[in-house]
């Protein structure tokens, strides 16, 4: 096989950031070597019809939600061609905040088919809609750096991977199972807090430093990684 059929393709699945990451990430020439498509679903209705978020987790958890967000994610692999995806949804102001998911709160998640999903979550204070949009892409690319760096290196070494991997992040195929399960929705909404469910799925907030566009675009297209 040829290197280039091996190499990773990317998609994109933006809410409150209305396309600008795909927009940055084809910025760099010869981007097309590794974006393959990206989806802008601010409606709830567009999560659900182009990603398969069901509506029902979007009624108990909310649009800007960790469950969404990794809904989000695995969805835009699963409806493209890409083997990796970032999503992102969030309130970016002025209105729509509430006291507990004020301005400023974004869900960040990047998925790789059939592996780990992961996530952050970023309250970046009401700093203006602008600036709150800016520093979710950044955040975004910083998080989908990370997960083909993660994956370069499963390719060096095997053992390193296992130190490295999250122990709270689920498969995307086992997360997206779980969700299916009238059961454990049912669980989430009857315990919302931290000690409930969500706690022991989820993984932990985290802020990432800011990265370079080219630096994404160039990590992908140098992984080599036979695709499973």
Same mark, same amino acid.
């Given at each position: 096989?040829?290197?280039?059929?091996?190499?990773?393709?990317?998609?994109?699945?933006?809410?409150?950031?209305?396309?600008?990451?795909?927009? $940055?990430?084809?910025?760099?020439?010869?981007?097309?070597?590794?974006?393959?498509?990206?989806?802008?679903?601010?409606?709830?209705?567009?999560?659900?019809?182009?990603?398969?978020?069901?509506?029902?987790?979007?009624?108990?958890?909310?649009?800007?939600?960790?469950?969404?967000?990794?809904?989000?994610?695995?969805?835009?692999?699963?409806?493209?061609?890409?083997?990796?995806?970032?999503?992102?949804?969030?309130?970016?102001?002025?209105?729509?905040?509430?006291?507990?998911?004020?301005?400023?709160?974004?869900?960040?998640?990047?998925?790789?088919?059939?592996?780990?999903?992961?996530?952050?979550?970023?309250?970046?204070?009401?700093?203006?809609?602008?600036?709150?949009?800016?520093?979710?892409?950044?955040?975004?690319?910083? $998080?989908?750096?990370?997960?083909?760096?993660?994956?370069?290196?499963?390719?060096?070494?095997?053992?390193?991977?296992?130190?490295?991997?999250?122990?709270?992040?689920?498969?995307?195929?086992?997360?997206?199972?779980?969700?299916?399960?009238?059961?454990?929705?049912?669980?989430?909404? $009857?315990?919302?807090?931290?000690?409930?469910?969500?706690?022991?799925?989820?993984?932990?907030?985290?802020?990432?430093?800011?990265?370079?566009?080219?630096?994404?675009?160039?990590?992908?297209?140098?992984?080599?990684?036979?695709?499973?």
């Amino acid at each position: 096989m040829e290197a280039r059929e091996q190499k990773l393709r990317i998609a994109t699945a933006e809410s409150c950031t209305g396309g600008l990451i795909g927009g $940055l990430l084809t910025e760099i020439a010869g981007s097309s070597d590794v974006v393959d498509r990206g989806f802008i679903v601010y409606s709830n209705r567009a999560k659900q019809d182009m990603l398969g978020v069901p509506g029902d987790l979007i009624a108990d958890m909310g649009a800007v939600s960790e469950a969404v967000a990794r809904m989000m994610a695995e969805g835009a692999v699963e409806n493209s061609n890409a083997h990796v995806a970032v999503a992102v949804t969030g309130i970016a102001g002025p209105g729509g905040g509430t006291p507990m998911k004020p301005v400023g709160l974004v869900h960040i998640a990047a998925a790789r088919e059939n592996r780990s999903i992961i996530h952050e979550a970023h309250r970046f204070g009401d700093i203006g809609r602008s600036e709150v949009r800016m520093k979710t892409v950044e955040a975004a690319l910083e $998080l989908l750096r990370r997960l083909l760096e993660s994956f370069r290196a499963r390719s060096r070494n095997a053992s390193v991977v296992r130190s490295i991997t999250r122990p709270n992040a689920a498969p995307a195929t086992a997360f997206r199972s779980r969700l299916r399960n009238s059961n454990w929705i049912e669980k989430s909404t $009857l315990h919302p807090s931290p000690s409930g469910v969500k706690r022991q799925w989820f993984s932990s907030t985290r802020n990432g430093p800011s990265v370079c566009t080219t630096s994404i675009v160039r990590a992908a297209a140098s992984t080599t990684t036979r695709l499973t």
